[in-house]
């Protein structure tokens, strides 16, 4: 029995002969704020008080005399300005109690209208170590799963797993330049996530080394116009002390992105091994990402390189799912989609959503400022476009109704704004929700970091974990 419907449905067939929209008032009648009042409160005679021309108390007064919960609750008392408090009989609790537990079902009823819901949740990009913001949306999604499948609804699970990004690119670019065969050899995944680190290190270093002279440049402007606001501020002039303050916060904040810059640059140059290796490929960056066009070209080079290195990803992946005990009923990982995507961009161009901006496929939404890119400049397809051809397949394919995507905050904006195109593409009575959560920081207040510098590999902190467990 649900005791918030059955006293709702008490409240209703007196309403129905006061009022002509009893339906607002009923949603009055909710679960008691503070326990001290009892189990419900019913707080319509308020709003109730102004359409029936009576002060409030009356108007509680008369629902309690009409609304027949004897056999529920202990007499209903009114409090404060009209509020009526319904404890429930300790009886009636009792036989509740009982047969909860021992009903298989708890006493939750099975939903009235069952909705067929995918659900995105682990989804790692393969080829780059699986960390634990991942171990977040694999517990969090496995725990939806199975609580909406116990109120009745039909569940889809699907790991969108990352597997056509630039990370490969940039394990390609690695394979070709640094592998250690041996190490390869003996654990494939490790060797590549070496590869993956190393490029991605000689990249920044490079990608930093560009970006210095502007930054210096910037800094030398903050400087000036705080010397500039320094030598007009006058002692008594509130909004000039304002913008002081936030040029000095700016240029502290220059300040430190150069600092970091610069510690960075260093410490690659001063190192024996990094050093001369960031010399020897000063195009790292741009070659990592044709590297990445070309096998999304279809280059049968590294077509094949990835065709060996996505199954051994997987099975490292694979090794986690085991310990966590947690299987999807599909991975159709990004590349799953890669043939549909030039036809996701056509069919949006021609229902007039997309168009062409400094030579990019664009969506333009209204309330957001940047585009949501579906085709880049130079012919790319994007995180974006896959995730379209993925609603487009969960709902024409996997016929859902609803589809819940159980990912970091930080991409909050990408789910808006993939929302707001599906919804116009014409998706619009799909329920799409962005599960949401928060990053999960080490005790320095920063995402979660082993002293190396690495984020912590997953297999690690279940082996710390189980075995605090034990110790507690
Ligand atoms: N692979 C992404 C990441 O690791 C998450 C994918 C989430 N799902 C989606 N349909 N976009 O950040």
Request: glycine share 6%; net charge negative; proline share 4%.
């Amino acid at each position: 029995m649900n005791l918030l419907e059955v006293l709702r449905n008490r409240f209703q067939s007196v309403l129905e002969n006061k009022v002509e929209d009893p339906g607002r008032y009923i949603a009055m009648v909710l679960p008691a704020q503070n326990a001290q009042f009892g189990d419900y409160q019913a707080n319509c005679a308020m709003p109730l008080s102004k359409v029936l021309g009576k002060p409030p108390r009356e108007v509680a007064a008369d629902l309690i005399a009409e609304v027949d919960v004897s056999d529920l609750c202990e007499p209903p008392e009114i409090a404060g300005p009209g509020f009526i408090n319904l404890k429930l009989k300790t009886d009636l609790l009792e036989q509740e109690f009982a047969k909860v537990f021992t009903s298989e079902r708890l006493g939750v009823e099975p939903v009235a209208s069952p909705e067929k819901i995918v659900i995105d949740y682990s989804s790692p990009n393969v080829a780059k170590p699986m960390h634990v913001g991942h171990l977040r949306s694999t517990v969090i999604g496995d725990a939806l799963y199975k609580i909406l499948s116990f109120l009745g609804h039909d569940l889809t699970s699907d790991n969108h797993i990352g597997d056509w990004g630039t990370q490969f690119g940039m394990i390609l670019y690695g394979y070709r330049n640094f592998v250690d065969q041996e190490a390869y050899k003996k654990e494939p995944v490790a060797e590549l996530s070496r590869l993956y680190r190393l490029v991605n290190k000689l990249s920044e270093y490079h990608t930093t080394v560009e970006m210095l002279p502007g930054l210096e440049w910037k800094l030398g402007e903050a400087e000036q116009a705080v010397n500039d606001a320094e030598a007009q501020f006058e002692q008594d002039d509130k909004q000039g002390k304002k913008q002081l303050k936030k040029l000095r916060s700016d240029l502290e904040s220059i300040r430190q992105s150069v600092t970091k810059a610069e510690s960075l640059v260093a410490e690659i140059e001063e190192d024996e091994i990094y050093g001369p290796l960031a010399a020897a490929h000063p195009n790292i960056h741009t070659d990592a990402r044709l590297e990445t066009s070309k096998l999304h070209g279809g280059d049968a080079e590294n077509r094949k390189l990835w065709d060996e290195f996505l199954p051994a990803c997987l099975d490292v992946m694979n090794v986690i799912y085991n310990r966590l005990h947690i299987k999807f009923d599909y991975s159709l990982g990004e590349s799953f989609y890669q043939p549909q995507l030039a036809d996701v961009v056509e069919e949006l161009k021609s229902k007039g959503l997309a168009e062409e901006s400094q030579k990019a496929m664009c969506v333009f939404l209204p309330d957001f400022k940047a585009p949501f890119i579906v085709q880049k400049q130079d012919g790319a397809f994007t995180y974006a476009t896959t995730d379209l051809a993925t609603i487009r397949y969960r709902v024409e394919t996997l016929k859902a109704t609803s589809i819940l995507y159980v990912v970091d905050a930080r991409q909050g904006e990408h789910f808006q704004m993939l929302f707001g195109t599906a919804r116009r593409w014409g998706y619009e009575n799909l329920n799409m929700q962005h599960v949401s959560f928060g990053t999960v920081m080490g005790q320095d207040g920063k995402p979660f970091k082993t002293r190396s510098g690495d984020t912590v590999g997953l297999g690690e902190l279940l082996d710390e974990a189980i075995s605090r467990a034990f110790s507690i």
